[in-house]
Antibody, heavy 114, light 110 residues
């Protein structure tokens, strides 16, 4: 059974940093690209970033370029999202998703507020 | 990045049929199709159909997806109270190099 479990969310002040993690199981992790997708409270879904199975190429949504960095450790079956210089508008649930968005985790909440 | 276009809301009576639409262009929906997600309040999205219009295991046959040109559709037959939820479409855009989502359609079952 495919499972994606996010962790690392929490509350942070504007300008701060957080690192999200996603533990994957139930499939050959290195064979799949992975994504982060976010959803602000009461709003729609918004793609954040994609990383291929081998670690490259990497793509980002315009609103996070230069602030967020996606990475993966295939030996640990884990996906990461390093978020720097966080803004109020980054407040959202962050979901880890597989490849073509065919599997989703439960999400982890990031709250950016002073 | 721009998104896909979905009607904000659709209302249908119990046991009736609802068809939700998702419009894009030749770089996204028209290229590789769209997938559909259902989201109930307070829960993560659940995949209802893949870009090739097939259903994941466990998804009711009442949910069927199709595509015509640059528009994808999700048809839900025999509407049940538990079908009341937000529905999103998504597609990969080969020009923007990004996953796009529709703004979501809130389905109300009367």
């Amino acid at each position: 059974e495919v499972q994606l479990v996010e962790s690392g969310g929490g509350s942070v002040q504007p300008g701060g940093s957080l690192r999200l993690s996603c533990a994957a199981s139930g499939f050959t992790f290195s064979h799949y690209g992975m994504n982060w997708v976010r959803q602000a409270p009461g709003k729609g879904l918004e793609w954040v970033s994609h990383i291929s199975g081998s670690g490259g190429p990497i793509y980002y949504a315009d609103f996070v370029k230069g602030r967020f960095s996606i990475s993966r450790d295939n030996a640990k079956n884990s996906l990461y999202l390093q978020m720097n210089n966080l803004r109020d508008e980054d407040t959202a649930f962050y979901y880890c998703t597989r490849g073509t968005l065919d599997y989703w985790g439960q999400g982890t909440l990031v709250t950016v507020s002073s | 990045q721009t998104g896909l276009t979905q009607p904000p809301s659709v209302s249908r009576a119990l046991r009736q049929t609802a068809t939700l639409t998702c419009s894009g262009n030749h770089n996204n929906v028209g290229d590789q199709g769209a997938s559909w997600l259902q989201q109930h309040q307070g829960h993560p999205p659940k995949v209802l159909s893949y870009r090739n219009n097939s259903r994941p295991s466990g998804i009711s046959v009442r949910f069927s997806a199709s595509r015509s040109g640059n528009t994808a559709s999700l048809t839900i037959t025999g509407l049940q109270p538990e079908d009341e939820a937000d529905y999103y479409c998504s597609a990969w855009d080969s020009d923007l190099i990004a996953w796009l989502f529709g703004g979501g359609t809130k389905l109300t079952v009367l």
